[in-house]
């Protein structure tokens, strides 16, 4: 990492302040969490081109920028989005929780009647009420020497989400997580921290979306800990659609045990800077794990992926598939690393990245990388680069369908291989409305912003 420690010092009275207002301030552990955490940011710095696992990415954007922390004072309610939360419900959820720069709005959510031994609340809230819980596992599982926007985050955890699924419950309809970023002028960060333990042998799925209003700028930093027993079954969607002017930084750190079963699935669709960070680590023998994501990107836009799946246990299986799909200027990056320890005997690991190129000057920097240290293991990794198949154009326009529409035909179908993996829902169908309201715009202008 970085050794600089000027920018993030420049922090220093925003976290003192912080602190003498945070909920769960009385806390000894959550107090010393947050500043050990914050010792780490300054001390690593902001990651630089010469970190390897930001070697494509520059976060000077970011880092050059003086944003002040959205304090839950700064969640109000304001015209425009009253009007803009009824498009983004999505169907046939269960809860849906809002927040407004990383703070519960609680008048703006809905709450279905609390099932047996299933929680869902703010994790502010939480933190009162639960706290022997929360200290179990909040900030047990993430690497913050590694990643300094998450021990950033960590530094900052007050507000976001808490659900727990206790042994034995399957929650039928999606739980779903709306994140609102305001765009101000000055810029405002947020640092939304969730935390979702899913017991053995119980099921769920579980939505976090994340989009931005106004015209200003925006730093949505967000950590999502998933801690999965033996046996527990979750779908995990992670759907971005910030505007230009927004900055959005994700880590999802998930901790499986046995025979646990585990499903990513991420749709990037836009933003000034993107960084999805997807870290499973399959702890417990017999368990499997998909990671499925699309991204899709065009003016100049950066949209920059980094998974990173630890084989810990034997007999234990993983996929990755993403597809990219770029126009304009814009630039993707696929970082698939997986890691095979020594324990991890009988492991059957596959990753795959694609992606599409619709101008001259989109980018894709795509690296797919595998550290095997067992010697009984099945892994296999690759990635491609090409252009719309214009042999398959042709055959199209031939039988009498015209360009745009037979453009529009198999984008769709390209991306329709992430959508094909998602169990058909409300979730899967909320996704597909998304990707074809984007394709469409793109087929019907390769090379122009799509309105969102």
Wanted: aromatic fraction near 6%; glycine fraction near 8%; hydrophobic fraction near 40%.
């Amino acid at each position: 990492m970085s050794t600089a420690i000027e920018t993030p010092q420049k922090y220093l009275a925003s976290f003192s302040e912080f602190e003498k207002t945070a909920a769960g301030r009385e806390l000894g552990w959550l107090r010393e969490l947050r500043r050990e955490a914050f010792a780490r940011f300054c001390k690593n710095g902001f990651p630089t081109a010469h970190d390897e696992d930001w070697r494509f990415t520059d976060v000077s954007a970011i880092s050059n920028t003086e944003f002040r922390l959205a304090r839950p004072a700064d969640s109000h309610v304001g015209a425009e989005l009253n009007v803009s939360l009824h498009a983004w419900r999505i169907q046939g959820a269960g809860s849906q929780l809002v927040f407004v720069n990383g703070h519960y709005a609680p008048e703006m959510s809905i709450l279905q009647d609390a099932a047996r031994r299933v929680t869902v609340s703010g994790l502010a809230k939480a933190i009162g009420k639960d706290a022997s819980l929360i200290e179990k596992h909040l900030g047990r599982y993430l690497n913050q020497d590694r990643d300094s926007f998450g021990a950033m985050n960590t530094a900052f955890a007050e507000d976001g989400a808490f659900i727990h699924i206790e042994r034995g419950v399957v929650v039928e309809a999606p739980i779903c997580l709306l994140f609102v970023s305001t765009r101000e002028t000055p810029a405002v960060m947020s640092h939304p921290r969730n935390l979702i333990l899913v017991d053995e042998d119980s099921q769920a799925t579980v939505v976090e979306e994340y989009v931005s209003v106004g015209n200003g700028s925006a730093f949505c930093n967000s950590v999502t800990e998933v801690v999965a027993g033996d046996n527990a079954v979750l779908a995990h969607y992670r759907i971005e659609r910030e505007q230009e002017g927004t900055h959005n930084i994700s880590t999802l750190r998930i901790q499986q045990g046995r025979s646990a079963n585990i499903s990513s699935h991420s749709l990037l669709l836009g933003g000034a800077l993107v960084r999805n960070n997807v870290h499973p680590v399959l702890a417990g023998e017999g368990g499997e794990c998909l990671l499925n994501g699309l991204f899709l990107g065009s003016a100049e836009e950066h949209l920059d992926n980094y998974m990173l799946v630890e084989h810990a246990s034997a007999h234990c299986g993983s996929r990755q598939f993403y597809n990219g799909i770029l126009d304009g200027r814009a630039h993707g990056v696929f970082h698939g690393r997986i890691i095979v320890h020594k324990d991890a005997q009988k492991t059957d690991a596959k990753q795959t990245n694609r992606n599409l190129l619709l101008s001259d000057d989109a980018q894709i920097d795509t690296k797919p990388q595998l550290e095997i240290f067992a010697d009984d293991v099945k892994c296999t990794h690759g990635a491609t680069i090409g252009q719309i198949d214009e042999e398959a154009l042709f055959y199209l326009r031939s039988r009498g369908i015209e360009e745009t529409l037979a453009r529009n035909l198999l984008l769709l179908a390209f991306a329709g291989e992430c959508t094909a993996r998602m169990k058909e829902g409300p979730a899967r169908t909320h996704v597909e409305s998304l990707i074809d309201q984007y394709v469409s715009r793109l087929a019907n202008a390769v090379g122009a912003l799509p309105v969102r």
